[in-house]
């Protein structure tokens, strides 16, 4: 006998530890409920053979408690499990509550010694005689609500799973019904109860690994979803650059057709006046307008292709003191910066979070149109810090807007994206006088700082 106690016991164990590893893979109630089942079967059915070799009548009462704690602990355990496995509705939710108030109660009357008496057990005997009138009227609770949890498996007896809850059910529950009836009238119960909730215990286990596999399966379909769903979100998203990369370009074909207006011009008329003039002279300087307009159309057209590249910057701390320097090299073989006067106010220890290498043309960009307005003026260059940006400023003092050289139009459009590209923007106030250019930039972040993300959805617009 004691040989099928350790057996039961084991494979209880065993199915505990399997329901645990599942929890593991997925955390979800019923893994959690299938285990603590098999544990306090487990528990149950090595207290049972343990009392029946206890030699005095206060072991035996010991052990009794014990056993009914694992018993209550199994029946709330089955009660949330058959629940968990039904669909969840307001008087399934209240069945949990009232096996988890029967099981707060056994406790209470069990730690209080209110279901044992020791002094009425019989040694050598079925201590029937120590149970309490509270653990009689406990049982027919607990009980009851196995009954309920029944009627709520019938009208849900189409569900998946239900029919196997309902078979274990139906094995569970004449087994206790019977060992109940036999212990109160004062007989020695068979166990049933332990023999049956072994074998329910492993119908349910191959329900639990089927909707684990179930699980698993719709998993899989659901992650396959989600792949054509972000391929197709991809899909869109290309569509959508591509929409707007053609909308960008509609709106620098109106900034070409006003700036190539002017050089068109000087053009035709460069044109006219060779075929009017003799004088070689005179055919010279034309020739050299023709050949200044057509070294600015390249120009243009350079900028137009930086326009439509899309911006993907790389940032990183640069130090605006060493960028600046670069970018007024580059501008220096520029014949127009010759003349102009730069004076430099800016923070040379400023540190920007830039790709050092698109702010650097940015600046030759702004440069180079500063130049074309005022060739003999001055160049005034500024920064500022507020808050995590830094404000860098270009200041000449050329024409106004209106009247300023063909390019800048566009060039301050190329500026714009740059700037934009790396979360920050440019503004741009033209007066009779003078114009100033500010653009904002990110500081590079300090230890205990992230780096701002790029606006580069925006940079592609």
């Known amino acids: 006998m004691k040989y099928a106690f350790v057996a039961a016991t084991a494979i209880a164990l065993f199915q505990g530890v399997g329901a645990l590893a599942l929890y593991r893979r997925r955390p979800e109630s019923e893994y959690a409920s299938f285990a603590a089942m098999a544990f306090s079967l487990a528990g149950l059915v090595a207290a049972t053979a343990l009392g029946e070799a206890m030699t005095t009548p206060f072991q035996s009462a010991i052990l009794q408690r014990i056993e009914q704690l694992f018993g209550v602990c199994g029946f709330v355990s089955f009660a949330h499990f058959a629940i968990d496995v039904l669909e969840t509705d307001p008087r399934r939710v209240a069945l949990k509550r009232a096996s988890r108030v029967v099981f707060v109660v056994h406790l209470?009357?069990?730690?209080?010694?209110?279901?044992?008496?020791?002094?009425?057990?019989?040694?050598?005997?079925?201590?029937?005689?120590?149970?309490?009138?509270?653990?009689?009227?406990?049982?027919?609770?607990?009980?009851?609500?196995?009954?309920?949890?029944?009627?709520?498996?019938?009208?849900?007896?189409?569900?998946?799973?239900?029919?196997?809850?309902?078979?274990?059910?139906?094995?569970?529950?004449?087994?206790?019904?019977?060992?109940?009836?036999?212990?109160?009238?004062?007989?020695?119960?068979?166990?049933?109860?332990?023999?049956?909730?072994?074998?329910?215990?492993?119908?349910?286990?191959?329900?639990?690994?089927?909707?684990?596999?179930?699980?698993?399966?719709?998993?899989?379909?659901?992650?396959?979803?989600?792949?054509?769903s972000m391929r197709q979100l991809s899909a869109t998203e290309q569509e959508i650059l591509e929409k707007e990369r053609l909308a960008a370009i509609g709106e620098v074909s109106a900034i070409i057709a006003r700036e190539m207006r002017d050089p068109l011009t000087v053009l035709r008329n460069a044109v006219t006046g060779l075929r009017k003039e003799k004088d070689t002279e005179a055919q010279g300087e034309l020739l050299t307008a023709l050949d200044r307009e057509t070294s600015r159309l390249n120009e243009l057209?350079?900028?137009?292709?930086?326009?439509?590249?899309?911006?993907?910057?790389?940032?990183?701390?640069?130090?605006?003191?060493?960028?600046?320097?670069?970018?007024?090299?580059?501008?220096?073989?520029?014949?127009?910066?010759?003349?102009?006067?730069?004076?430099?106010?800016?923070?040379?220890?400023?540190?920007?979070?830039?790709?050092?290498?698109?702010?650097?043309?940015?600046?030759?960009?702004?440069?180079?149109?500063?130049?074309?307005?005022?060739?003999?003026?001055?160049?005034?260059?500024?920064?500022?810090?507020?808050?995590?940006?830094?404000?860098?400023?270009?200041?000449?003092d050329g024409r106004s807007g209106r009247e300023r050289p063909m390019g800048t139009w566009l060039g301050h459009a190329i500026v714009a994206r740059v700037a934009l590209a790396h979360g920050g923007d440019m503004d741009v106030e033209d007066g009779v006088t003078r114009t100033q250019v500010t653009l904002r930039l990110p500081l590079a972040p300090t230890v205990d700082q992230e780096p701002k993300p790029n606006d580069i959805d925006r940079a592609n617009t």
Do not use: C
Request: hydrophobic fraction near 50%; glycine fraction near 6%.
């Open 108 to 228: 209470v009357v069990n730690f209080t010694g209110g279901l044992v008496d020791p002094a009425q057990s019989v040694l050598g005997q079925w201590p029937v005689a120590s149970r309490t009138v509270a653990a009689h009227v406990l049982d027919v609770v607990s009980v009851s609500l196995v009954v309920w949890i029944a009627v709520e498996l019938f009208r849900d007896r189409r569900a998946t799973g239900v029919r196997v809850i309902a078979t274990g059910t139906a094995m569970l529950l004449p087994s206790w019904i019977h060992d109940i009836v036999v212990q109160t009238g004062g007989g020695r119960p068979p166990r049933f109860v332990e023999v049956s909730g072994i074998l329910s215990l492993t119908i349910f286990s191959f329900l639990l690994l089927k909707r684990f596999v179930a699980a698993g399966d719709l998993l899989e379909s659901q992650r396959e979803q989600l792949n054509e």
């Open 301 to 396: 057209i350079g900028d137009l292709r930086s326009y439509a590249q899309v911006i993907d910057p790389h940032q990183r701390a640069a130090s605006l003191g060493d960028i600046l320097n670069r970018a007024l090299e580059a501008a220096a073989e520029l014949s127009p910066f010759a003349e102009v006067r730069v004076e430099r106010e800016e923070d040379p220890n400023v540190a920007l979070f830039v790709d050092h290498r698109l702010i650097e043309e940015a600046f030759t960009t702004l440069l180079k149109i500063s130049a074309h307005a005022a060739p003999t003026g001055t160049l005034r260059i500024e920064s500022e810090e507020i808050g995590d940006d830094a404000l860098v400023r270009f200041i000449d």
